[in-house]
């Protein structure tokens, strides 16, 4: 417990001061970096034996969240969020620009310790990337879509990955987390983020399907999403 205990306010010391540190930057720095490192992650999750079923369901996707780092800290009370970008697939089978949200969850019971993980959402029906665009809300029953995980030591919330909305691939890259299972997570857009890396005003769904906002920075990132 004790070593828990040492854990957590670390992480939880961790992320305060990236909070702080994020606040001195500009929005279109913090945004071109995030696409950056979710074209990492991409690439990494592509080349990961243990994740060899991503590049498979990505094939049919309809959309994506990327999110490079997801952090995790808890005890008793936990808590979860990290920054990531959401892509369409368009009619004709292109990727979207990416737009920005922010991940975000609480979870209440027998848990302690930290965790760094990056996660991709794959959202298999255009019912899931609706979710996504128009509620902000919970992924899961709120929102009419189920879920599923993939990845070393997910939590699956389904008894079967065959159907769901959305399933959700995680590798851990750093600590452990013992307790809870993730619930009540919602996808919240980063307006700021959007309008830095675009235009002031600019929405998701102009982003995802008008064709009028595009940023040649994300073209590595698409272009690797599309190689499957």
């Known amino acids: 417990m004790k070593k ?10 961790t992320v305060t001061l ?3 540190a994020e606040l001195r930057r500009e929005p279109d720095s913090i945004a071109v970096d995030l696409v950056n490192q979710s074209l990492d992650t991409v690439q990494r999750f592509k080349g990961m034996p243990d994740l060899k079923l991503f590049a498979q369901y990505m094939t049919g996707a309809k959309g994506v969240v990327v999110l490079p780092t997801v952090i995790k800290a808890g005890l008793i009370v936990g808590g979860e969020g990290g920054k990531g970008v959401l892509l369409a697939r368009r009619d004709d089978g292109s990727w979207s620009p990416p737009a920005f949200y922010h991940l975000a969850a609480a979870s209440f019971g027998l848990q302690a ?10 959202l298999r029906s255009d019912k899931a990337v609706d ?3 128009k509620h902000q809300g919970k992924l899961g029953a709120d929102a009419g879509v189920t879920v599923g995980l993939i990845g070393m030591g997910a939590e699956i919330s389904t008894t079967t990955n065959i159907g769901v909305d959305v399933l959700a691939f995680s590798n851990s890259k750093i600590g452990l987390f013992g307790g809870a299972a ?3 997570a919602v996808l919240a857009r980063r307006n700021d983020l959007n309008d ?7 929405t998701p ?5 008008g064709r009028r906002f595009d940023n040649p920075q994300s073209n590595a990132l698409r272009a690797a999403l599309g190689a499957n």
Do not use: K, N, W
């Open 205 to 209: 769904r102009e982003i995802l399907y």
């Open 18 to 20: 990236g909070g702080c």
């Open 131 to 133: 979710a996504v665009i």
């Open 113 to 122: 310790g930290l965790q760094d993980t990056e996660i991709i959402l794959v």
């Open 196 to 202: 830095a890396y675009y235009s002031a005003g600019t």
């Open 4 to 13: 828990f205990i040492i854990l957590s306010v670390f992480l939880i010391t």
């Open 182 to 184: 993730l619930e009540g």
